[in-house]
T-cell receptor, first 115, second 110 residues
Framework: SAVISQKPSRDICQRGTSLTIQCQVD?????MFWYRQQPGQSLTLIAT?????????ESGFVIDKFPISRPNLTFSTLTVSNMSPEDSSIYLC????????????FGPGTRLLVL | DAKTTQPPSMDCAEGRAANLPCNHS???????VYWYRQIHSQGPQYIIHGLKNNETNEMASLIITEDRKSSTLILPHATLRDTAVYYCIVRDFNDYKLSFGAGTTVTVRA
């Protein structure tokens, strides 16, 4: 399995500001994903981070609000833009690893509180 | 729309086997059953997955019924550290997306 780290692990931000979350993997991976977990809820896929091209967003998520970068096969960033208290969530990155079939492994998450 | 149905919660005794059920009556032939768990304040942890045969690894066993409409995750000797939310997910082999439902909150008691 891949070792995934995220920075920051947690942050408290003011509304109207933006926060960039980093995801680093210890090996090259094809697929990287970003999820959101709102308080008391399950995980929801935000987008797939594609290396060398624009991210693919799920319904309800837009690039202006959640711009994503994927400069290489081991790194991605998610920015939460113009934050409001409703953006308070845990943001998780995951990577796809081929072990016979694609299995996703998750990072530890970034806990964001917007005041 | 949820593809799986799980009980919202269950308790089990430390040292005993924990049997977690999951219904997936609309599963199709190219869909796999995946299990993840999320211990409080951590990212989800992959446990096991299977297509139609029973599977076992160092963490758990997965029993899939012959008609594939339901499955059971077995933790053979539950410990307090197994307290977590367990997610049963049906995933198309050709689609990498994981759709998380509400899961089962498992509490292991001493």
């Amino acid at each position: 399995s891949a070792v995934i780290s995220q920075k920051p692990s947690r942050d408290i931000c003011q509304r109207g500001t933006s926060l960039t979350i980093q995801c680093q993997v210890d090996s090259q991976v094809t697929m990287m994903f970003w999820y959101r977990q709102q308080p008391g809820q399950s995980l929801t896929l935000i987008a797939t981070a594609n290396q060398g091209s624009e991210a693919t967003y799920e319904s309800g998520f837009v690039i202006d609000k959640f711009p994503i970068s994927r400069p290489n096969l081991t790194f991605s960033t998610l920015t939460v833009s113009n934050m409001s208290p409703e953006d308070s969530s845990i943001y998780l990155c995951s990577v796809g690893a081929r072990e016979g079939r694609e299995t996703q492994y998750f990072g530890p998450g970034t806990r964001l509180l917007v005041l | 729309d949820a593809k799986t149905t799980q009980p919202p919660s269950m308790d089990c005794a430390e040292g005993r086997a924990a049997n977690l059920p999951c219904n997936h009556s609309t599963i199709s032939g190219n869909e796999y059953v995946y299990w993840y768990r999320q211990i409080h304040s951590q990212g989800p942890q992959y446990i096991i997955h299977g297509l139609k045969n029973n599977e076992t690894n160092e963490m758990a066993s997965l029993i899939i019924t012959e008609d594939r409409k339901s499955s059971t995750l077995i933790l053979p000797h539950a410990t307090l550290r197994d307290t977590a939310v367990y997610y049963c997910i049906v995933r198309d082999f050709n689609d990498y997306k994981l759709s998380f439902g509400a899961g089962t909150t498992v509490t292991v008691r001493a």
